[in-house]
């Protein structure tokens, strides 16, 4: 791998600006990306690509026939919980070590020196895949809504897989256009993110809720359970359709169903990856990180509240010609007009979403190359617009292979959101988990936001959340299996996890070391690599140090 070159010059921290770039080269790295953004723009672009509106919508089929109302009502509730607290550890982390690196970055700081390369090469390749899929997610969901409006004024259009495939490969190549141009250009659209996501679809559901002819009780909310997960056999059309719930049981069907909330909070280590492009960045980014999510629930259960209130006809919003119930719910509410009008500021929001995923996405990439994970082309920043483009492209690339086998699955979304999910938690847990083993180091690298006393047991009630919703979302979910209706998050899951480790056992161990040997092991020891002599002196200190017995 092609390691930073030593030694990077610290400059005195007259101000914060001086004080961020000094904390990066500490890390061994220089700042070759423009820093700009503020605290509100890091927040901005995590709960942009949260976007509660585009889990709640996209998957609203998936949660209606997979435990209904009740499920994703009281699941959107206990995975909230859970998923603060892997916030919560994971913006610890983030305050000790704000690059854009991220979790495999991360890992690498918290392992032991001679685990840590394997470590890193681990998370970065979970992490990559887990980044790639939650873009693989949101805008192929994008492309589905925009084939679905469609044929609400044009009933005869058919949106088959291929036309699908195309109006993806568009919005892909739109987000890559867009985020080539750099940090300004973001910015701006970030700022407009926000505004929609939190005023717009405030006043859409305000708007649902006001017009809806007749509204629900409680009962049915937090009451109704619906299994559809059963599907008819291809192969012979007459015989039963039977669910997970009669075949396995209710709780099997429920526990598949809360793929609904956990694929919508996810990807908020957004704020982690643009670290090296915001302010004060120890603090902003776990900030952004925790503030995140926690609005983000408390605001998708107010829009998710909004929608299942205002069915109608459940069965016909089940069922709905539009195979999309939240438009139909729309347009009982709304009429066909006033329901493209609302659907269409939806969609607006999940092509932002879309756009700051794939910008996280392309920042990781960077990062990874940067420390050898992928080629390190990809670490090569434009001149010009101060962009990773190479790393953009690649995330494009990779975002629209990983939806091919949606031309021959009926459950080709459900999995790459199971993808994304699981790809992504288990690069947040595994340098949780290392920090919660060798706990020791983590604290003497710890930054302002440190929760003490605290930190060890929501690690490990973050780290048991993680293993959980790993081997439910890798279930299927569909009845019977076929060769269609394969969950195949599995399958990806554990191409990455083999391809991780006989790469490593083979060659990679040879040349891969990860984040520089004497960072991480400066970062162990709480000292600055960036004072002459601190590394060797306080190694001798150690050493002086008689051994306990």
């Known amino acids: 791998m092609s390691s930073p070159d030593p030694p990077i010059e610290r400059r005195p921290s007259n101000s914060d600006e001086e004080r961020d770039e000094n904390r990066l080269a500490q890390f061994g790295y220089k700042q070759e990306l423009k820093r700009d953004w503020g605290l509100a723009h890091n927040f901005g672009v995590s709960f942009s690509i949260i976007s509660v509106i585009t889990g709640l919508t996209t998957l609203f089929p998936y949660g209606l026939a997979t435990g209904g109302p009740a499920v994703m009502s009281i699941g959107w509730i206990i995975v909230s919980f859970f998923t603060i607290l892997v916030a919560i550890a994971m913006a610890e982390i983030v305050s000790a070590i704000p690059t854009s690196g991220g979790p495999y970055f991360w890992s690498a700081m918290l392992a032991p020196p001679r685990w840590s390369p394997f470590a890193a090469w681990l998370t970065g390749w979970y992490n990559l895949l887990g980044q790639v899929a939650v873009t693989t997610g949101i805008t192929f969901g994008l492309a589905g809504l925009l084939s679905t409006a469609i044929t609400v004024k044009n009933p005869d259009f058919e949106p088959t897989p291929s036309i699908t495939i195309g109006i993806y490969a568009a919005l892909l190549i739109s987000h890559a256009v867009i985020n080539s141009f750099g940090v300004r250009t973001l910015r701006y659209l970030n700022n407009v993110s926000i505004v929609l996501h939190s005023a717009g679809i405030t006043a859409l559901c305000i708007a649902v809720l006001a017009k809806a002819p007749t509204h629900q009780p409680a009962s049915f909310v937090f009451g109704k359970f619906i299994d559809g997960t059963g599907v ?180 080709a979304y459900s999995a790459a959101t199971s993808i994304a999910t699981i790809g992504l938690y288990i690069s947040y847990g595994l340098p949780i988990l290392t920090g919660l083993i060798w706990h020791k180091a983590f604290v003497a690298m710890k930054g302002p936001f440190d929760l003490g006393m605290f930190s060890r047991p929501i690690a490990f009630a973050a780290c048991a959340w993680i293993g959980f919703i790993t081997v439910v979302f890798c279930l299927p979910t569909a009845n019977p299996v076929t060769s269609q209706t394969l969950n195949y998050a599995v399958v990806a899951v554990a191409i990455i996890g083999i391809f991780t480790i006989l790469s490593w056992v083979v060659w990679v161990h040879k040349w891969f070391t990860g984040p520089s040997e004497e960072v991480a092991e400066a970062m162990r020891l709480g000292v600055d690599v960036t004072e002459p002599g601190a590394l060797e002196d306080r190694e001798k200190k150690r050493a002086a140090e008689p051994v306990s017995e």
Request: proline share 3%; with cysteine; charged share 15%.
């Open 232 to 411: 008819a056999a291809s192969d012979n059309e007459n015989a039963s359709i039977i669910g997970w719930g009669e075949r396995a049981s209710p709780a099997y069907v429920a526990i598949c169903g809360i793929l609904l909330a956990q694929f919508t909070l996810t990807g908020f280590d957004a704020s982690a990856h643009l670290s090296e492009e915001t302010k004060k960045a120890s603090w902003s980014a776990p900030i952004g990180v925790v503030s995140s999510v926690g609005f983000s629930a408390l605001f998708g259960f107010f829009v998710l509240m909004a929608f299942l209130f205002s069915i109608q006809d459940l069965e016909a919003t089940v069922d709905s010609q539009y195979g999309q119930p939240v438009l139909k719910i729309l347009v009982d509410v709304a009429g066909e007009d006033g329901a493209l009008a609302l659907f269409s500021l939806i969609m607006i929001c999940v092509w932002h979403c879309g756009l700051f995923s794939m910008t996280s996405n392309s920042r990781m990439m960077f990062a990874f190359a940067r420390d050898g994970g992928i080629p390190g082309i990809f670490h090569k920043v434009d001149e010009r617009f101060k962009s990773p483009i190479l790393a953009v492209w690649l995330a494009a690339v990779l975002s629209f292979i990983l939806a091919l086998p949606s031309l021959g699955s009926t459950v």
